[in-house]
Structure formats: structure tokens, C-alpha cells
């Protein structure tokens, strides 16, 4: 355990990423030190993980501010085509009831269960996500999260030099494809950019692999040789040693740098059982300078 000048604790909860941030309620207004400390535990640890916060809207957005920006959601069926700065997880409609499988926000959250990194899509991908618990099934509905900095270190020095420098294709719609009427075709469109297949933090030089379900292509090689490659560093990266799995209980929270992780959600019996959890996505400034979103940082 780090020993911290300020109240707050910072626990290890696997052998290469993922801490437990206790000592703190986020709800309260944050000092600049206390900031200052889960800033450096998020850049270091990759996913910040917060028991009994039980934030509400408001609160959740009110810390994640902290961090730069936030993102608005995409219009698409999870959102009733009507985005806000909250993008909700759950099998439930509006009045509490039970979604059925094949409603459409139903089928567009299942895209959720594919490795990625949120909003690798848009030009400046999001710096962070924030997934806190409003209603959490008894078992199942775990959220999965893989290092990718952690893959990274582990390949070969040579295979790392031939990476470094290669650049992908991502698009917002999937590489299966099969469910493409989720988003506005202008959208679809829009959201075709391209990223390094390996980023830097800017704060501690640490690199990771930039992959996941969104990136599809490697410029320059013919399309299938890059889904090709793609699909292997993903594979690679989410091997199960790489994987911290995340058990929901009620009033937790759970940050993650989006670039150097990945992430999926898992099932649960959605006819069965009631799962919310209200997501917060952070902006990036830039792929490669995501340090300027803190102020005075
Ligand atoms: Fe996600």
C-alpha cells in the first residue's frame, strides 16, 4: 500500500494495474491535493477503482470535471437518441421494467461486450471513463478491463520496433458490422479517424498498444492484413493475465484511462436481475497530451 501525505490510500488490486482509492468521498468538494493524488494514482495504475461512493448525476459529473471536458454522447438507441453528458447501462426502460433482449437499446448495448476503448473513434479520443453503480446485479454483469501498457512491456523488443510508428483506422461502427443501424449515418460518417497503434502518457513516458473493436485497419497495408494485426494485439492484450475483472457492488465506482486499457462489459441474465450504471466519459485534449487537462497541472 502507498503511503499518501493526505488521507486518501492507494491499493494494488492485481499483480500490474488496477488500485483502490479509499479515504476519500468524492461527493465532497476536492482539494487540489486530494486531486492531485488520484491523478497521479490514475496515470500510474491505469483504473481506479471506488467503493460506497453512491454518486448520483450530478456528484459523477462534478468529479470527472476535475479531469478535463466531458464528452456528450452520441445519439443512438441506449440514449433514446437523445444524448446527454450520462450514458446509461441497463436492461431497465423508463418505468423500471424489464427491457427485452431484442429491444434496440438492448441490441446496442451488446456492442459493449467487444474489447475497446471508448470513443477511439473520434478525433480526440476520451482521456478517461468513469462507470458508477446505480443498481448492481447479484452475480454476473462484471466489467472487464485489460492493460494494454501492461501487453505492451511484455512483447518483444523487435516486435515493439516494428509496431512504433504504424498507425490504424477506427470507425465508431464495429468490425462485424452487424449492427450498424445504432447511429445516424451522418455520424457514421464523422467518426472515421485514424491514431497511433501505440501512444504515450505524457506524464510518465509509459507506451501501450491503441487497439480494440474500434480500430480496424492499419494505413497503409492492405485492409485485411490490418484487421489482421489488429485482431492478434488484441487478442494479445486481453489475455487473461493482462485482465482485472470488476465484481459490481452498490456504491461503487470505477475510473479507467482509455489509453492504455481496454474494456468490456459481460453478461447477466437481463430478464432476471436489474443492472444501472451511469457512465461519464472524459475528453482527451489531444491523443498525446492528455496532462493538459488538468489544471495548472
Ligand atoms: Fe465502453
Redesign the pocket.
Known sequence: MDSIESRITVKRLHPLFVAEVTGIDLKLPLSRADFRVIWEAFNEHQVLVFRDQHFDDDSQIAFCRHFGELETMIAHPGNDWNPGHISVMTNLGKDGNFLPADHPAMVHRAR?EDW?S?SSFKPVAALA?MLAARIVPPVGGNTDLASARAAWADLPAERQAALEGLTALHRMTLRDAANDKGYKEEDKQRHVVTHPLVRANPVNGRKALYVGAHAQEIVGMPPEEGARLIEELTVHCTQPQYVYSHHWRDGDAVLWDNRCTL?RATPFETAKYKRKLHRTTIAGKSPDSAFANVPGA
Request: hydrophobic share 0%.
Open positions: 459493449n475497446h471508448d471513463s474494456h
